[in-house]
């Protein structure tokens, strides 16, 4: 099973900051088998970015992706108020496809 | 565009099987994997398994001993079991979509919150 170990757990920053969000994965994963997501309270998750680096349809530019074998990373380059939100990664590789544990960006 | 949404009950005593159904509307049932995932209050997100339109399944181990997963074409319905519930079974649980090719899941339901109670 692939574990994916997201970092930081949780960060608090301030609107116009610049956000790098961690994933690696415990294997080497194919980058076209990497996603992350995007969830508000009570809301379901919402892609942001497939294939490592690809935005999903109708994703400001502000969000990239990036990485290859273990390490990936999610960018938002200017936060607005509603990127406040937790993130998720996820594998689609060998089965099960996990997810990584989350990282929670708060508003300071 | 494709939309999902999950039915069942939203209590479940312990012991017992909770058991979802997620409706396709709005779109075809091929070619997707149809997955269920669920989150804990509180917690992140668990992958469960999928049911592929053909019908074939794939569980997480940590679950595969008490899941079952089935598909309903005619229905456009798929379907999620989980037998001898205990409260950690508690959760919102999601049903998903990924269409083949694509690798991530890009249609999503409400989501429905299970507890497990007697």
């Known amino acids: 099973e692939t574990v994916l170990t997201q970092s930081p757990g949780s960060l608090s920053l301030s609107p116009g900051e610049r956000v790098t969000l961690s994933c690696r994965a415990s294997q080497s994963v194919d980058s076209d088998y990497l996603a992350w997501y995007q969830q508000k309270p009570g809301q379901a998750p919402r892609v942001l970015i497939y294939?490592?680096?690809t935005r999903a349809t109708g994703i400001p530019d502000r969000f990239s992706g990036s990485g290859s074998g273990t390490d990936f990373t999610l960018t938002i380059s200017r936060l607005e108020p509603e990127d406040f939100a937790v993130y998720y990664c996820q594998h689609f590789g060998n089965s099960p496809w996990t997810f990584g544990q989350g990282t929670k960006v708060e508003i300071k | 565009q494709v939309q999902l949404q999950e039915s069942g009950p939203r209590l479940v005593k312990p012991s017992e099987t909770l058991s979802l159904t997620c409706n396709v509307s709005?779109?075809?049932?091929?070619?997707?994997?149809w997955s269920w995932i669920r989150q804990p209050p509180g917690k992140g997100l668990e992958w469960i398994g999928y049911?592929?339109?053909?019908?074939?399944?794939n569980y997480s181990p940590s679950l595969k001993s008490r899941v079952t997963m089935a598909v309903d074409t005619a229905q456009n319905q798929f379907s999620l079991k989980v037998r001898s519930v205990t409260a950690a079974d508690t959760a919102v649980y999601y049903c998903a979509g990924r269409r083949r090719g694509h690798y991530y899941m890009d249609v999503w339901g409400k989501g429905t919150t299970v507890t497990v109670s007697s």
């Open positions: 049911v592929y339109y053909s019908g074939s399944t």
């Open positions: 294939g490592a680096s």
């Open positions: 709005a779109g075809s049932m091929s070619p997707y994997y």
